[in-house]
């Protein structure tokens, strides 16, 4: 007893960081996330044609996130993202998320979907001179590069919808 009493007490000031899951792609010349409980489906792409999609009868919203932050500034290598050990494949895809309303949206993505687990600690605000550059309110946040890992920019699902569907 003693001894299981003094290990809860060691324990008990380190807080438990929780991993949650995201799938990162490429748009361009950075890779992007988004919550695992956004993704509806993910169609990978064999050519370079996205295929109109629709859902229960409605067509789903197509927003080209890449040409939205990028422009038309010509596509450039990104640095690749390693998961054990490999390269994510530069296989593109449209991935096909729904937000909290159930609104369904796709994006068009440079990479093959690659799933990571995250903590909300690794995410930080973006950097002042990347918000005045952007001006879009659906990019939330960012982690740090690290060794095997560029910078992930992570995408709000939700706040989506509202660059693309006029009130």
């Known amino acids: ?26 748009l361009r010349a950075a890779w992007f996330v988004l919550p695992i409980t956004a993704i509806y489906r993910v169609l990978p792409l064999a050519d370079k044609k996205v295929p109109k999609v629709e859902f229960m009868g ?37 991935i096909i998320i729904s937000d909290r309303n159930g609104i369904m949206i796709s994006i ?31 990019i939330s946040g960012m982690t740090k590069p690290i060794e095997e890992r560029p910078a992930l920019f992570a995408i709000d699902p939700n706040q989506l919808k509202a660059i693309s569907i006029p009130n």
Do not use: C
């Open 108 to 138: 068009p993505s440079n990479s093959q979907p690659a799933l990571l687990r995250l903590s909300q600690s690794q995410f930080l605000p973006l950097p002042p001179t990347l918000a005045h550059r952007w001006q879009v309110d659906f």
């Open 1 to 26: 007893m003693a001894l299981s009493s003094l290990r809860s007490r060691r324990f008990s000031g380190q807080s438990v960081e929780i991993l949650e899951k995201y799938v990162a792609f490429r």
């Open 58 to 94: 409605k067509s789903v919203l197509l927003i080209d996130v890449g040409k939205l932050l990028f422009g038309k500034d010509p596509i450039k290598p990104a640095a690749p993202l390693i998961l054990n050990g490999s390269p994510v494949a530069n296989q593109p895809s449209l």
